[in-house]
């Protein structure tokens, strides 16, 4: 059974800092590109970064680039995404994508940016 469980979500105030994973299972992570995503209240969802199956290659969106960083570990199947400066925009809730041959998706963490 595939499975993509995200943590690390919560209330955080501004200018500060979070540490998501989202640890996967049923398939074989090692080769799968894994993105983070994120869905605003009332807008689009939005790709913010994406890591290569070997964390060889990394790309941002421009809002979060200098801020957010995604990682992986191939030996733990997971993916992880440091999020520091945070702003009140962040706020969504943030959800991990495997692709590959086939597309996966976990259930999100929301994440909170207020004061």
């Known amino acids: 059974q595939v499975q993509l469980v995200e943590s690390g979500g919560g209330l955080v105030q501004p200018g500060g800092s979070l540490r998501l994973s989202c640890a996967a299972s049923?398939?074989?992570?090692?080769?799968?590109?894994m993105s983070w995503y994120r869905q605003a209240p009332g807008k689009e969802r939005e790709l913010i970064a994406v890591?290569?199956?070997?964390?060889?290659?990394?790309n941002y969106a421009g809002s979060v680039k200098d801020r957010f960083t995604i990682s992986r570990d191939n030996t733990k199947n997971t993916v992880y995404l440091q999020m520091n400066n945070l702003n009140p925009e962040d706020t969504a809730v943030y959800c991990c994508n495997a692709q590959n041959s086939r597309v996966y998706w976990g259930q999100g963490t929301p994440v909170t940016v207020a004061s």
């Open positions: 049923g398939f074989t992570f090692s080769g799968y590109r």
């Open positions: 890591i290569s199956s070997a964390g060889s290659y990394t």
